[in-house]
């Protein structure tokens, strides 16, 4: 459970990230915002999760067997819901940046941050199928069983682990030195406006300093007045 709140954590975060570097914007005229229909379809998902475990086993004491009979009580639908809401996160952070991550002009920065998602949609989603699977098994355990689980889900969690630590890197760099390029564009475009300021300045000091001189060059060519 820890793993998949982290998760959810770095997701939260580079969601922003994503969000501020890429040209995508929710649609105004939605009724509902960004965020609040990442939560509602969150919240769907996970109880749509935890009820659908439910389901899948004749009785409450199938699907928790391995935990109830270590004595942990209802400490065990707890976990279980909460793993299921954090399923359901995973599955909106990473569907709702689909669009962000098409956004982004370099391709190299559509890879990795489509990577890091993927790698976060794993660590985030897979817990609930794991802990069922622990859980699910009937006394007695056998070594194999635990072996396979932890194989087919702490090995790929060690993977994705890498990956988000490998394509963050990556994004995080890409970011600094676009924001750096578009930082020096910025620059360079208010230098370039000042410097038309001042010209536009000077040639209006010129044309001003030429009109006087005109008109002193007029008032003493012109006779003087009679007396």
Known sequence: ??????TLILFYFMDKLTMSSSKYTWPEDRPIGRTKLALLTAFMIGNLAFMTGMLLHA?????????????LGEFTYFVYYIEAMIMGAGIVFFVFNIPVVQQFQCQSQKTACF???LGLLWNSASWLVHISLHNSIHAPWLPADFIAIDIGFHVPSTIATLVITFFTDRFLMMAIVISEAKFA??????????SKVSTVASQNGAVSTTSQSTVSMTASKAPPAAV
């Open 59 to 71: 009785s409450i004491g199938q699907v928790f067997n391995g935990m109830l009979l270590a004595g």
């Open 1 to 6: 459970m820890p793993n998949g709140i982290s």
């Open 185 to 194: 564009q910025g620059g360079g475009k208010a230098a370039n406006e000042n």
């Open 115 to 117: 990577m890091l998602f």
